[in-house]
């Protein structure tokens, strides 16, 4: 009884483990499924369309430089968000878009002379912009710390997504609002995915699903109508 028992058990936690597509998040993600609304539609996206698949979705919070490793090790199943950065399909497949971003600098609204430009870390052949030189970008771990810097002049400008930056001066750093703006003369616009590890096992699979579930809710509507209950704005909005 005792050994029909344990293998049911091991037969269970397998069809699970199999059955759980595993994403390297934010640190701060619980409050952006929350109050980041194209992130948190995304979030749901996949959440309702892949258990209609029969697999569900589990978060592995943990600071952004980390998280890409993991994924890049092929430790995690996937990285969300990420966007379509020139070498990061050195890397990694990404699925099929879920939307789009500006991508540019953050300033402060009083300019600061001699002072370096940040940004994210990210993998060693990864590039957010192409106008700002790579080497000559100070990296951090964290956009919060970015926007710290920039808001006490440590930083005369910060790389970052503009739907991301508005969504952290609207919330957990609205007190720096006032000294720091989105530099709209210069932008890039991105598309933003789930991206796969090429080291990861069953990769290609995992793009099958993850792709499935994204093209159910195009086709279906219900992507449309996701992205109309979050308000995620239209410049964000896939429409082919």
């Keep these: 009884m005792k050994v029909v028992f344990l293998i049911t058990l091991l037969f ?25 609304p194209f ?4 979030w749901q996206l996949f959440n309702t369309e892949l258990k ?9 919070p943990m600071p952004w430089a980390r998280a890409q490793q993991r994924v890049a090790s092929g430790q995690l199943d996937g990285l969300f968000l990420a966007a379509n950065f020139h070498g990061r399909d050195e890397w990694a497949e990404l699925t099929n878009a879920v939307g789009k971003d500006q991508f540019g600098i953050f300033n402060n609204v009083t300019h600061v002379p001699n002072a370096p430009i940040g940004s994210v870390r990210l993998l060693s052949n990864d590039t957010q912009v192409t ?21 006490n002049r440590k930083l005369s400008g910060f790389i970052m997504s503009r ?12 007190s720096l609002s006032p000294h720091i703006k989105f530099n709209e003369q210069f932008s890039e ?5 789930v991206a796969v590890s090429k080291k990861r096992k069953n990769g290609d699979k995992i793009i099958e699903v993850l ?3 994204i093209e159910n809710a195009k086709t279906s509507g219900r992507y449309m109508k996701l992205m109309t209950q979050f308000n995620v704005a239209k410049y964000q909005l896939i429409t082919q």
């Design 189 to 193: 616009t991105y598309t933003a995915h």
């Design 131 to 151: 106008f700002v030189p790579p080497d000559s970008q100070l990296q951090l771990a964290t956009a919060q710390n970015g926007l710290k810097l920039l808001a």
């Design 52 to 60: 209609k698949l029969g697999y569900q979705v589990a978060a592995h």
């Design 39 to 42: 992130y948190a539609a995304c």
């Design 12 to 36: 269970s936690f397998y069809c699970s483990a199999n059955t759980t597509i595993r994403f390297g998040v934010g640190h701060d993600h619980e409050k952006m499924v929350v109050n980041y």
């Design 163 to 174: 739907s991301y930056g508005e969504y952290m001066l609207q919330n957990e750093l609205k």
């Design 211 to 213: 792709n499935l579930a």
